[in-house]
């Protein structure tokens, strides 16, 4: 099972790297509208943070997209 959550958190994880990209935006952007450092965002990028609901819907406004695009793992698409 903490293999499976950990495959969600990096899916999760790459779901924001690659809206943000597809966006053109830095992280040192998206840090700055976080309100927090670009180290503590790559981390998130990374999944190495846990990180609250708070944080995941303020990514979700930056990143101007639905919350559900950002916790979609491929799992969740195959049902």
Do not use: C, H, W
């Amino acid at each position: 099972m903490k293999n499976l959550l950990n495959f969600k958190v990096k899916a999760v994880a790459a779901n924001i790297r690659k809206k943000r990209e597809e966006l053109n935006y830095t992280q040192e952007y998206l840090a700055a509208k976080l309100n927090i450092s670009q180290n503590a965002y790559s981390k998130i990028e990374l999944g190495y943070t846990k990180i609250t609901l708070e944080r995941l819907f303020q990514i979700s406004d930056v990143l101007e997209t639905d919350l559900l695009e950002l916790i979609k793992t491929p799992e969740a698409e195959a049902a």
